[in-house]
């Protein structure tokens, strides 16, 4: 009976973790929420989502453009944490600093550049059909 209290009771803590746990990272997608990129990376999501509702794109391509949606937003919120953490390590302008942050800020772009053409192989065969059918 007391293993299970305690099991119960461990049980409890790691479920009130975890909620903290969502917590912090609700607080870093407000923060990267926040930044000019990434409000111009939704843009272009609900752009692309949009697209794919006029052209009447099939459930492959949703889930295509979909995870690309996620793919772009989830790195620049990796890209905001780098920038963060070099600018706290390293107030100072610094070479590998700037390395860091470069290389940080190519991660999203690379996202976005593959985005785009995973959209155009997406859209351009819903573009045929539509005007076909």
């Not at 007391?2 to 997608?29: I, M, P, T």
């Not at 996620?70 to 963060?84: D, K, M, P, Q, Y």
């Not at 772009?109 to 076909?132: H, K, N, R, T």
Request: glycine share 6%; with cysteine; proline share 3%.
């Amino acid at each position: 009976m007391v293993d299970q209290v305690e099991h119960e009771g461990r049980q409890l803590k790691s479920n009130n973790n975890l909620l903290k746990s969502f917590g912090y990272a609700f607080a870093g997608l407000k923060v990267a929420a926040q930044e000019r990129n990434f409000k111009i990376d939704l843009a272009f999501a609900v752009f692309a989502l949009v697209v794919c509702g006029v052209l009447r794109v099939d459930a492959h391509g949703w889930l295509a453009v979909i995870l690309c949606i996620g793919a772009v937003l989830s790195l620049e919120c990796v890209n905001t944490a780098i920038e963060a953490a070099v600018d706290l390590a390293s107030p100072d302008i610094h070479p590998l600093a700037k390395r860091a942050k470069d290389c940080g800020a190519a991660a999203p772009l690379i996202a976005a550049m593959i985005s785009v053409v995973v959209g155009l192989f997406v859209w351009i065969p819903a573009l045929i059909e539509l005007l076909q059918g």
